[in-house]
């Protein structure tokens, strides 16, 4: 089973105001034409239906954002290097796949991910924004893998993801949660902490939410 998107409402919301916007004028100078008056009044109770439900699902998608606030001398007019970007983005995601992996099946579980596991708990890149250079990340889809209204998989590896960066490049640190995140999470954390260091970046990471969790690296 798979939820829509808040975009997907609100592109379904914005089709049913076109095609009442089309409507309006008609239904006034016509109040004799029942089946256009009843069309109208099933338009209209679906819009505020989806508007409804759409409306539920805002304060739980807003807390799955998991922000990156870049800055640094390579980053130059509010533009980054593809070659630092993109190894960044990718570490990021497979540490959340492996961290997800950890809490679902166990923190000893390794191997490949499979296209299903990938397709239910992927991070989409929601936004680029401007500033230093900022990324937001948040959940793809929402299925029945992820239950809703309650925290799911993706929120619950962004808390274990900032356990991580309290540690730092504490290994000893790292070792003392590996029960909980396992060795492949560990390796995939280091491995974005060495791009991190090695292209000399102060990075800030911030989950938007209720706790709003904030971790700066230099």
Not at 6 to 18: C, P, Q, S, T
Not at 22 to 41: A, C, D, R, T
Not at 133 to 140: A, D, K, L, M, Q
Request: charged residues 30%.
């Amino acid at each position: 089973m798979r939820f829509k998107t808040i975009e997907e409402y609100n592109a379904e919301i914005y089709d049913i105001d076109k095609k009442l916007n089309k409507y309006e004028n008609y239904v006034e100078n016509h109040p004799e034409k029942i089946g256009v008056q009843g069309n109208y009044k099933l338009l209209k109770h679906i819009k505020d239906e989806l508007i409804k439900e759409r409306n539920q699902f805002l304060p739980f998608i807003q807390r799955e954002e998991l922000n990156i606030h870049l800055n640094g001398d390579i980053i130059k007019n509010h533009s980054v290097p593809s070659t630092v970007l993109i190894p960044i983005m990718q570490k990021v995601i497979d540490l959340n796949y492996s961290l997800v992996r950890s809490i679902k099946e166990g923190p000893d579980v390794v191997g490949k991910f499979s296209k299903e596991f990938k397709d239910d708990f992927c991070l989409n890149v929601k936004a680029f924004e401007a500033g230093s250079f900022n990324i937001i990340f948040e959940p793809s889809v929402f299925s029945d893998k992820q239950v809703i209204f309650k925290d799911t998989f993706n929120k619950k590896a962004f808390n274990l993801f900032f356990e991580m960066l309290k540690c730092g490049d504490d290994l000893d640190r790292l070792n003392e949660i590996h029960d909980s995140i396992g060795t492949y999470s560990i390796v995939k954390y280091r491995e974005l902490l060495n791009i991190i260091y090695s292209e000399e970046l102060d990075i800030l990471f911030e989950e938007k939410g209720s706790t709003k969790s904030k971790f700066r690296l230099y």
